[in-house]
Structures are given as C-alpha cells and as structure tokens.
C-alpha cells in the first residue's frame, strides 16, 4: 500500500512540475498601433522623455504601451516584435490612461512617417519576463 501511495505522489509531483516547465513565455496578441513624434502637441513639455524616465532619440526602435498591456507582461525594456516592422523594438513609454490595447510606435521627428503609418490592428510577439 505505501509503494501505491508513493507512486501516486510522484506521478501528482511530475505533474505539477510538468506544467511548469510548460509554461508559454512567448506571448502574441493583437493590438491597435499608431505612430508618434516627439513633437510637444503630440507627447508633453518634455517630447524626448519617456514615461519611464528614458530619453528618447530620433532613431530609436522604441514603442509606447497602453497602461492595461503592463500587466500582461509589456512592462519596461520588454523587447517586442511588430508585425510590419524589420527588428525589435523596446518598451520605454506609457500611453495615457484612456487608451486600451494600443501600441504607439516611435518615429523621432518624423511626423510624416508616422502620419504614413496611420493606425492599424498588428500582432506583437514578446517574451514575457519573471
């Protein structure tokens, strides 16, 4: 009987450790994105500081996150790739409150490029962090 027992605690053990070691990290979802400039009508006084404190560089691969996708794992220097766009971009602002399910690109100074891009619905890939 306490051979069956410990069985049965090994196999209740390797589940749960299973389904840990299975844990997704890569996560993908769809998301509105637009594009932003650090112009001061579009951002703040301060158009080259982030929200997280960054100093923000025309040039820069970088987004702004809505405040409900921090949570889900876009936090802070999360690197995200954007359907569309070649390479990887960093998490180093946030979106004001009112906006939900929104990425919003980075284009320097480029108001044209980011006039181009307009708004559409992409999907992102990122790892999410512990």
């Known amino acids: 009987m306490n051979k069956f ?6 196999i209740a053990a390797l589940f749960l450790i299973s389904g840990c070691i299975g844990e997704e990290k ?4 769809k998301v509105t994105s637009t594009a932003y400039t650090s112009q ?7 158009p080259f500081l982030g929200a997280w404190g960054d100093e ?4 820069m691969k970088c987004i702004a996150v809505s405040r409900d996708l921090i949570p889900k794992g876009l ?24 906006w ?9 100074l480029d108001t044209k490029a980011a006039k181009d891009w307009g ?11 512990d």
């Open 56 to 59: 923000l560089k025309p040039g």
């Open 119 to 129: 708004k559409r619905e992409v999907t992102i890939t990122f790892e999410k962090q």
């Open 26 to 29: 890569t996560i993908s979802m």
């Open 100 to 108: 939900t399910n929104k990425i919003d690109i980075y284009m320097g």
């Open 75 to 98: 936090t802070h220097d999360t690197k995200v790739k954007i359907e569309g766009l070649p390479g990887e971009y960093m998490v180093k602002d946030k979106m004001n409150k009112r």
């Open 5 to 10: 027992r410990n069985l049965l605690l090994i």
């Open 40 to 46: 001061v009508a579009q951002t703040s006084s301060h």
